[in-house]
T-cell receptor, first 111, second 115 residues
Framework: DAKTTQPPSMDCAEGRAANLPCNHS???????VYWYRQIHSQGPQYIIH???NNETNEMASLIITEDRKSSTLILPHATLRDTAVYYC????????????FGTGTRLQVTL | DTGVSQDPRHKITKRGQNVTFRCDPI?????LYWYRQTLGQGPEFLTY????????KSRLLSDRFSAERPKGSFSTLEIQRTEQGDSAMYLC?????????????FGQGTRLTVV
C-alpha cells in the first residue's frame, strides 16, 4: 500500500471549514483513498473514501487532485465534536480490509 | 447496540500471565480484524478472518499471540506470557464481504496494561 503524509496537527474554529490535507504521491491506479477518524478513547470511525472523483457524504467531502497524488478532507462546518485524530489511508481494491494507519492529523476545534 | 463489542474494556495483568480478549462483530459481518494501537501511534494490523478462516497474520503477531474465530462469529485474541511491551489498546473491527464492503466498523477496544 502507498504511504501517506499528513501534518501532525491542525486547529480550526468552530463553525468554520476544516481542510485536512494528505499527500500520497506513490499511489497506484487501483488504490483508493480512505479517511477515518478516532475520537479520544474510541475506535476509529469511517468517514469517506474515493478513487479519483470527488466524493461527498453527510459527514464530509473528499477532494482528490487530478494526478491523485494528494487529497483534502473537508469538514464543512466543524464542531467541537469533530476534535479527533484524522487518518488518511491508501488501500488496494476499495475494501475495508487490512488498513495501514499512519500517525494522522490531530484536529483541534476551538470556540 | 448493534455495533462491534469488545470485552473487557480494560485489563491489568502481571508480566508473564496469559490474557484473553473477546470481540463480538456486527451480526452477519463475515470479516473480522484485530489491530493493536500504542500511545501516539495509529492502529497496526495484526490479523484478519473471513468467516472462521484466519487469512492473514502480521509479522507483528509473535508466537505468543493467537487468535481464533470458531464458527465464524465472535473472536478471541490470546496473549501468552505477557510482556510489558504488550501494553496497548487492542482493537477489533468487522466488515461485510457482501455488497460494497468499503467500511470497517471498530469496537472501542480493550486497553491492556502489563505491570
Amino acid at each position: 500500500d502507498a504511504k501517506t503524509t499528513q501534518p501532525p496537527s491542525m486547529d480550526c474554529a468552530e463553525g468554520r471549514a476544516a481542510n485536512l490535507p494528505c499527500n500520497h504521491s506513490t499511489i497506484s491506479g487501483n488504490e483508493y483513498v480512505y479517511w477515518y477518524r478516532q475520537i479520544h478513547s474510541q475506535g476509529p470511525q469511517y468517514i469517506i473514501h474515493g478513487l479519483k472523483n470527488n466524493e461527498t457524504n453527510e459527514m464530509a467531502s473528499l477532494i482528490i487532485t487530478e494526478d491523485r497524488k494528494s487529497s483534502t478532507l473537508i469538514l464543512p462546518h466543524a464542531t467541537l465534536r469533530d476534535t479527533a485524530v484524522y487518518y488518511c489511508i491508501v488501500t488496494v481494491g476499495g475494501t475495508a480490509s487490512k488498513l495501514t494507519f499512519g500517525t494522522g492529523t490531530r484536529l483541534q476545534v476551538t470556540l | 447496540d448493534t455495533g462491534v463489542s469488545q470485552d473487557p474494556r480494560h485489563k491489568i495483568t502481571k508480566r508473564g500471565q496469559n490474557v484473553t480478549f473477546r470481540c463480538d462483530p456486527i451480526s452477519e459481518h463475515n470479516r473480522l480484524y484485530w489491530y493493536r494501537q500504542t500511545l501516539g501511534q495509529g492502529p497496526e494490523f495484526l490479523t484478519y478472518f473471513q468467516n472462521e478462516a484466519q487469512l492473514e497474520k502480521s509479522r507483528l503477531l509473535s508466537d505468543r499471540f493467537s487468535a481464533e474465530r470458531p464458527k465464524g462469529s465472535f473472536s478471541t485474541l490470546e496473549i501468552q506470557r505477557t510482556e510489558q511491551g504488550d501494553s496497548a489498546m487492542y482493537l477489533c473491527a468487522s466488515s461485510s464481504r457482501t455488497g460494497a464492503d468499503t467500511e470497517a466498523f471498530f469496537g472501542q477496544g480493550t486497553r491492556l496494561t502489563v505491570v
